[in-house]
């Protein structure tokens, strides 16, 4: 395989996208302190899925976010459940894993030491909310009642702070069992794959918009969902809230491996906890800033395409072999390959 690298591939449209995104980084200042460039948490991990939470988490914190929690500063958070917390510590003694999660006993009658109360075992997460930035939901949560109801009460926690959250996975079942979860939420970014896509629109019980653009059933799926910002993933990703809509058409590599997903996950909830770094104006973002609505999509594109350019860069040195922890190993070439220093040095990247 050849290892010739021309750099990535976009259209005009999607290098103008990036641009702007590129407004929304921080640089590098003296100044700041550990925090102030994104507080993330990742929820998910149960017992059969400990590495979708690992590789989302890594990917924010590979991507440059201040993941930090009470008086332990470290590059990432997990909640899971106790088991998976065991596992997840073995993989990075970056991440901070917080065993809060519980799974429901083996039967009704075997509760012995569980807590089986997703009133109380979301009470022990929500407590967490205001040390936090940004909230993934989703990442190897698996289908078990009682992480669902828990992750429910934490969403509706983090909507009432109006805390951003992304939703993948099987967290996308619960949007499409209770829409009213999500509808109306500006803060909220969903990230289906087609068939998650499909499952959220039947479930809204959408008609086919009936028109030959392409972007034409994203935006009538953010418009059900009230405002929503989806990332519809394929070919190219679209994102739009209904409203205003962009296109992802990067070139990615072509292996499609379980777990990129979780890359995107958490590359999108760095760039919203860059957000609100923009919003609290910790460097001079010049003049005619962006608007908080418009940094939700791109935020959404920004980590669509550091997704996309790490599937490129890993497919180019793996191949066929290429999986999932490749692209956390591409995290930061690519945001460079993108974006560059973001220091004042307009040559730095390739926009």
Same mark, same amino acid.
């Given at each position: 395989?050849?290892?010739?690298?021309?750099?990535?591939?976009?259209?005009?449209?999607?290098?103008?996208?990036?641009?702007?995104?590129?407004?929304?980084?921080?640089?590098?200042?003296?100044?700041?302190?550990?925090?102030?460039?994104?507080?993330?948490?990742?929820? *998910?991990?149960?017992?059969?899925?400990?590495?979708?939470?690992?590789?989302?988490?890594?990917?924010?914190?590979?991507?440059?976010?201040?993941?930090?929690?009470?008086?332990?500063?470290?590059?990432?958070?997990?909640?899971?459940?106790?088991?998976?917390?065991?596992?997840?510590?073995?993989?990075?003694?970056?991440?901070?894993?917080?065993?809060?999660?519980?799974?429901?006993?083996?039967?009704?009658?075997?509760?012995?030491?569980?807590?089986?109360?997703?009133?109380?075992?979301?009470?022990?997460?929500?407590?967490?909310?205001? =040390?936090?930035?940004?909230?993934?939901?989703?990442?190897?949560?698996?289908?078990?009642?009682?992480?669902?109801?828990?992750?429910?009460?934490?969403?509706?926690?983090? =909507?009432?702070?109006?805390?951003?959250?992304?939703?993948?996975?099987?967290?996308?079942?619960?949007?499409?069992?209770?829409?009213?979860?999500?509808?109306?939420?500006?803060?909220?970014?969903?990230?289906?794959?087609?068939?998650?896509? *499909?499952?959220?629109?039947?479930?809204?019980?959408?008609?086919?918009?009936?028109?030959?653009?392409?972007?034409?059933?994203?935006?009538?799926?953010?418009?059900?969902?009230?405002?929503?910002?989806?990332?519809?993933?394929?070919?190219?990703?679209?994102?739009?809230?209904?409203?205003?809509?962009?296109?992802?058409?990067?070139?990615?590599?072509?292996? =499609?491996?379980?777990?990129?997903?979780?890359?995107?996950? *958490?590359?999108?909830?760095?760039?919203?906890?860059?957000?609100?770094?923009?919003?609290?104006?910790?460097?001079?973002?010049?003049?005619?800033?962006?608007?908080?609505?418009?940094?939700?999509?791109?935020?959404?594109?920004?980590?669509?395409?550091?997704?996309?350019?790490?599937?490129?860069?890993?497919?180019?040195?793996?191949?066929?072999?290429?999986?999932?922890?490749?692209?956390?190993?591409?995290?930061?070439?690519?945001?460079?390959?993108?974006?560059?220093?973001?220091?004042?040095?307009?040559?730095?990247? =390739?926009?």
């Amino acid at each position: 395989m050849t290892t010739n690298d021309r750099g990535p591939q976009m259209s005009a449209a999607t290098r103008g996208a990036l641009g702007k995104v590129r407004r929304m980084i921080p640089p590098m200042l003296d100044k700041f302190h550990k925090g102030q460039l994104g507080r993330i948490a990742v929820i *998910g991990g149960s017992e059969d899925y400990t590495g979708a939470p690992y590789f989302s988490a890594m990917a924010s914190a590979r991507l440059g976010c201040d993941m930090v929690g009470g008086d332990d500063a470290r590059p990432s958070h997990v909640i899971c459940t106790p088991g998976t917390a065991a596992v997840i510590k073995t993989y990075s003694p970056n991440l901070m894993v917080h065993p809060l999660m519980r799974q429901s006993p083996p039967s009704k009658t075997d509760t012995g030491e569980h807590d089986t109360d997703p009133e109380h075992i979301a009470a022990t997460i929500i407590e967490m909310l205001p =040390r936090l930035h940004v909230l993934v939901v989703g990442p190897g949560l698996g289908r078990d009642p009682l992480m669902k109801a828990t992750v429910s009460r934490v969403i509706r926690a983090a =909507r009432g702070k109006k805390m951003p959250v992304v939703l993948d996975a099987d967290a996308l079942q619960l949007v499409q069992k209770d829409p009213d979860l999500v509808k109306g939420y500006k803060g909220a970014i969903l990230t289906p794959n087609v068939v998650e896509f *499909g499952r959220l629109w039947d479930a809204l019980k959408l008609d086919d918009p009936g028109n030959e653009r392409e972007t034409g059933k994203v935006e009538t799926l953010a418009r059900a969902l009230g405002g929503v910002t989806i990332i519809q993933k394929g070919g190219k990703d679209f994102i739009s809230n209904g409203r205003t809509t962009l296109t992802d058409d990067l070139e990615g590599g072509k292996k =499609r491996s379980g777990g990129q997903g979780d890359t995107l996950t *958490g590359a999108v909830a760095t760039f919203l906890g860059w957000r609100k770094a923009y919003l609290d104006r910790l460097w001079d973002v010049g003049d005619n800033p962006l608007t908080e609505d418009e940094m939700m999509g791109l935020a959404a594109i920004g980590g669509s395409a550091i997704t996309r350019e790490c599937s490129r860069l890993a497919f180019l040195k793996k191949g066929r072999s290429l999986q999932a922890s490749d692209l956390t190993d591409e995290v930061h070439n690519a945001f460079m390959g993108l974006f560059g220093e973001v220091d004042g040095d307009s040559n730095a990247s =390739r926009l």
